[in-house]
């Protein structure tokens, strides 16, 4: 049986700020709108954070039955190190999508029925990444659902269900947020290119090869910087403070850029996670005081 500090070790450490980021950056474009209503913010983060917890216990749940983390080299997995039974790993993961739902459910009922179906289309995105007969996370599709969905859908959906707006500020916020969550999930699949490549996992990393991955996460964390710019173009150039996420970012880059295999790229994780949280921090603190300041 599995302990309470097993069971937040199969949620990832960085769950939080790639739950959070895109909750701050939505409200921040919000706010800049003058339309922040901090109890639609709340549930906002109820549902990212329980789509992210339910995310990675589906991946883990998916990955373990399917043999594919057997031989892994990045933190603990529940299901494939045998540490509690798939089942209840399973059940873990649709309890955290019924508690997204039900708190999508309420910003619905207080904005717009259709966000029902976006709840629902994003359930299913988040299931299928690793799970059915064919998840499109195999085929090297998994950075387009995290674009998608936490990046571009979550940012402009925190904005929306508040102001009932989709400005172009948050569109760029999305691209800033979506670029730093691919760009995790691109250094977690760079680590793992030799095991997924002997499971049959052609994620982006296995297709585009060891080189062509780090150039890729380099590129994310560059559009990332462009999105600040165009952020401060389209609403207030307070938001330029958000370039200060380049320092945390640096700890990442470096590692990836001088090579570094297996374990030596699990701290690149942590440091992604939190040049994702400073961006938004930072760019929604921007934000904040150009809707003051003028």
Known sequence: MATPSQWVAGARPRTLPAAVAPVVAGTGVAAYADGFVWWKALLALVVSLALQVGVNYANDYSDGIRGTDDDRVG????????????????????????????????????????????????????????????PYGYLGLGEVMVFVFFGLVAVVGTTYVQTETAPAAGWWCGVGIGALACAILVANNLRDIPTDTVAGK?????????????????????????????????????????????????????????????????????????????????????????????
Request: proline share 3%; hydrophobic share 60%.
């Open 75 to 134: 933190p603990l997995r529940l299901t494939g190190s045998g540490t509690a039974p798939a089942a209840a790993v399973r059940r873990a993961a649709f309890a955290a999508f019924g508690v997204a739902a039900a708190a999508g459910l309420v910003l619905a009922t207080t904005t717009a029925w259709w966000l029902v179906a976006l709840g629902a289309v994003s359930v299913l995105a988040a299931w299928y990444y690793t799970g059915g007969s064919t």
């Open 202 to 294: 052609r994620t982006l990393a296995v297709r585009l090869g060891d080189a062509g991955t780090r150039r890729l996460y380099g590129g994310l964390v560059g559009l990332a910087a462009l999105a600040v710019v165009v952020v401060a173009l389209t609403s207030t150039w307070w938001a330029l403070l958000g370039l200060a996420f380049l320092l945390p970012a640096a700890a990442g880059v470096r590692p990836v850029r001088a090579g570094a295999t297996g374990g030596a790229l699990v701290p690149v994780l942590g440091a992604t996670g939190r040049a994702e949280l400073v961006w938004s921090v930072l760019v929604a603190a921007g934000l904040v005081l150009g809707a003051t300041l003028g």
